[in-house]
Nanobody, 117 residues
Framework: QVQLVESGGGSVQPGGTLRLSCAAS????????MGWYHQAPGKERELVAT???????NYADSVKGRFTISMDNAKNTVYLQMNSLKPEDTAVYYC???????????WGKGTLVTVSS
């Protein structure tokens, strides 16, 4: 059993900053990757950023240069530093983890990010 707990969501003004955290716990022997998806109202869920346990990161084009993903391997925790937030970043952000040797993703419950004036 793997559980993910997200935190750090909230409401900010355009140009503001948030830092999301997601801690994984349970039956974890080795993490392959962790990352974040988001889903805005009326739109499909899409990948925001992902990072492997070795530190290789990838980002959606919409967040490149503004968001930074990182991982603390010792704590099984992934972070998403979100700078220069835009209204179009408003969405529910979902954390995931992929365990080595398993193809499926384990998901968090989501945390809401709202960017508005």
């Amino acid at each position: 059993q793997v559980q993910l707990v997200e935190s750090g969501g909230g409401s900010v003004q355009p140009g503001g900053t948030l830092r999301l955290s997601c801690a994984a716990s349970g039956s974890i022997f080795s993490i392959n990757a962790m990352g974040w998806y988001h889903q805005a109202p009326g739109k499909e869920r899409e990948l925001v950023a992902t990072i492997t346990s070795g530190g290789s990161a990838n980002y959606a084009d919409s967040v490149k240069g503004r968001f930074t993903i990182s991982m603390d391997n010792a704590k099984n925790t992934v972070y998403l530093q979100m700078n220069s937030l835009k209204p179009e970043d408003t969405a529910v952000y979902y954390c995931y983890v992929t365990i080595t040797y398993y193809a499926m993703k384990y998901w968090g419950k989501g945390t809401l990010v709202t960017v508005s004036s």
